[in-house]
């Protein structure tokens, strides 16, 4: 069936370091990808996105990239802050629904 | 612009008891979708509503079931409540492919 493969499920950094989270989907006709971001006790909020027909899109700190071929797709965040910490989801749309990643939680070490 | 609503925001339910949420959309978007969160299964889709349709439905029993009125709002409904449905229930609007979360509504079934 229909399955986003998200990795890792917990991600510690440094103040400053980057953070990478990858997830793998399986739809080969998926051709929209968002990223959220959730913190406690809030819903998931959109932080970026990318479609089928980009391989890359940056928005400041925030980077996603998408390799279409090996249905992989990417969200590397650079210069990171205590601010960030939070979980963070990847999905890919499918019919009038979106298909969930896992989860990473990701901690920033002041 | 108002975000997506989500009422109440909290409940505490009886095992065997119904309940009913609701959602108000961002406004101008047609679409809602419903979503149930839980720590064990991460995001898991429900069903999604446009104009008044249900498009798209998730593997849930038929205990849950939803609606959509001519104003976008939309209501989801569980009968017959188990231990096993305490949980985030999230609602998303969507105009485009973007969807946008509300807070939530989290139910405990005691």
């Known amino acids: 069936g229909e399955n986003v493969e998200q990795h890792p499920s917990t991600l510690s950094v440094q103040e400053g370091d980057s953070a990478v989270i990858k997830c793998t989907y399986s739809d080969s006709a998926s051709n929209y990808f968002p990223w959220y971001k959730q913190e406690l006790g809030k819903g998931p909020q959109l932080i970026i996105d990318i479609r089928s027909n980009v391989g890359e899109k940056k928005d400041q700190r925030i980077a996603v990239t998408l390799n279409k071929t090996a249905k992989h797709f990417s969200l590397h965040i650079t210069e990171t802050q205590p601010e960030d910490s939070a979980v963070y989801f990847c999905a890919s749309a499918g019919t009038y629904k979106y298909i969930f990643g896992t989860g990473t939680r990701l901690k920033v070490l002041a | 612009k108002a975000g997506v609503t989500q009422t109440p925001r909290y409940l505490i339910k009886t095992r065997g008891q119904q309940v009913t949420l609701s959602c108000s959309p961002i406004s101008g978007h047609r679409s809602v979708s419903w979503y149930q969160q839980t720590p064990g299964q991460g995001l898991q889709f429900l069903f999604e509503?446009?104009?008044?349709?249900?498009?798209n439905k998730g593997n849930f029993p038929g205990r849950f079931s939803g609606r959509q009125f001519s104003n976008s709002r939309s209501e989801m409904n569980v009968s017959t409540l188990e231990l096993g449905d305490s949980a985030l229930y999230l609602c998303?609007?969507?105009?485009?492919?973007?969807?946008?979360f509300g807070q939530g509504t989290r139910l405990t079934v005691v």
């Open positions: 998303a609007s969507s105009q485009d492919s973007e969807a946008f």
């Open positions: 509503y446009f104009s008044e349709t249900q498009r």
